[in-house]
């Protein structure tokens, strides 16, 4: 069974530069996180989503962030402009519903010049 | 809001066994989950204790007191392979439905 893919692995730009990162997840799970993950830190929820629906997006800087899970399935995140501070490794993770274990994907470390 | 404390670096001998402590505050805390992370790599879950008590997978263990506040994780045999970062993580308000991590161990297992 595939695991969390993600992409790209690597990212480096320029500061007020627009990124994306697309997620996709384990076929048939319906819940969907991103994370960011600072060196040396645990892993920070940015949002979550219940099929196509976000649940959870309280820590989700929406004035440069966003999200989308249009058909439930894939996501992407994006950062409009980026800023220096959100270089970091931008994980999404899945589980069958919110109840489950989550599984990581390996990660997109972002670099911002 | 929540916490966690876990010391930041461990080290120990292969071989060995080590624990890893967690104290965190929640509100609504519902449960306490273990993952772990190798340099470059995804987290992992290891294990989750709801109740208080142990859990035993293999050579890793996990602790909970719900009264204390207080869980850890217990590596016996170590293995070199073992050298990664732990993270524990409380689950709040309908079991892994929400999950803060804490700032990670990062052990360092030596021959």
């Known amino acids: 069974e595939a695991g969390v893919v993600q992409s790209p692995r690597y990212k480096i730009i320029e500061k007020k530069q627009p990124v994306a990162f697309w997620c996709n997840p384990i076929s048939g799970h319906n819940t969907l996180y991103w994370y960011l993950q600072n060196l040396g830190q645990g892993p920070e929820l940015l949002i979550r989503y219940e099929n196509e629906e976000a649940v959870d997006d309280s820590q989700l800087p929406k004035d440069r962030f966003s999200a989308e899970r249009l058909k439930g399935v894939d996501s992407t995140l994006k950062i409009q402009p980026a800023e220096l501070g959100d270089s970091a490794v931008y994980l999404c993770?899945?589980?069958?519903?919110?109840?489950?274990?989550?599984?990581f994907g390996p990660g997109t470390r972002l670099t911002v010049l | 809001g929540q916490s966690l404390e876990q010391p930041s670096e461990v080290t120990a001998v292969e071989g060995a066994i080590v624990q890893i402590n967690c104290t965190y505050q929640?509100?609504?805390?519902?449960?306490l989950s273990w993952y772990q992370q190798h340099d470059g790599g995804a987290p992992t879950f290891l294990s989750y204790?709801?109740?208080?008590g142990l859990e035993e997978t293999g050579r890793f263990s996990s602790f909970l007191s719900r009264s204390d506040s207080y869980g850890y994780l217990l590596l016996q045999e170590l293995q070199m392979k073992d050298s990664a970062s732990y993270f524990c993580?409380?689950?709040?308000?309908?079991?892994?439905?929400?999950?803060?991590f804490g700032t990670g161990t990062k052990l360092q297992v030596i021959p």
């Open positions: 993770a899945s589980s069958l519903t919110s109840d489950n274990e989550q599984f």
């Open positions: 929640t509100s609504g805390f519902y449960g």
């Open positions: 204790n709801g109740l208080d």
């Open positions: 993580a409380v689950n709040r308000a309908g079991g892994y439905q929400k999950v803060t």
